[in-house]
Nanobody
Framework: QVQVVESGGGLVQTGGPLRLSCAAS????????ISWYRQAPGKERELVAI????????NYADSVKGRFTISRDNAKNTVYLQMNGLLPEDTAVYYC??????????????WGQGTQVSVSS
C-alpha cells in the first residue's frame, strides 16, 4: 500500500510565494512519475505539473509556466511545488498523484488528500 500526503497549503496574498510538499511512503518498487493537480470549486481537476521518476523530466500547464517549479528530493521520497507570483485564479485544492510501477505489467496511481491554496486579491 502506498500513502501520499500533501502539505504546505495556506492563505497568501497575490504575488506571494508558497511551497507545497508531497511525501510518498509504503511499498514503492519504482515511481514512474509524480504529478500535481488542482481543482477549483465548480471546475474539473486539471494537471498543473509533472516530474518523471527516472531523469526528472518536467512539464507544466501553460497557465503556470514561468511561475511554478516542480522538483524532487530522492532521499526523502518527496516532491515539491514551488509557486511564485501567485494569482487569485491559482486558488484551488492541490492534489499529489504518484504513479507507481509495481511490475513490468502493473502500474497504479495513488492520490493524496489534497491541500488548500487560497490567494487573496
Amino acid at each position: 500500500q502506498v500513502q501520499v500526503v500533501e502539505s504546505g497549503g495556506g492563505l497568501v496574498q497575490t504575488g506571494g510565494p508558497l511551497r507545497l510538499s508531497c511525501a510518498a511512503s509504503g511499498s514503492i518498487p519504482r515511481i514512474n512519475a509524480i504529478s500535481w493537480y488542482r481543482q477549483a470549486p465548480g471546475k474539473e481537476r486539471e494537471l498543473v505539473a509533472i516530474i518523471t521518476g527516472g531523469f526528472c523530466i518536467t512539464n507544466y500547464a501553460d497557465s503556470v509556466k514561468g511561475r511554478f517549479t516542480i522538483s524532487r528530493d530522492n532521499a526523502k521520497n518527496t516532491v515539491y511545488l514551488q509557486m511564485n507570483g501567485l494569482l487569485p485564479e491559482d486558488t484551488a485544492v492541490y492534489y499529489c498523484n504518484v504513479d507507481v510501477r509495481h511490475s513490468a505489467y502493473h502500474a497504479a496511481e495513488y492520490w493524496g488528500q489534497g491541500t488548500q491554496v487560497s490567494v487573496s486579491s
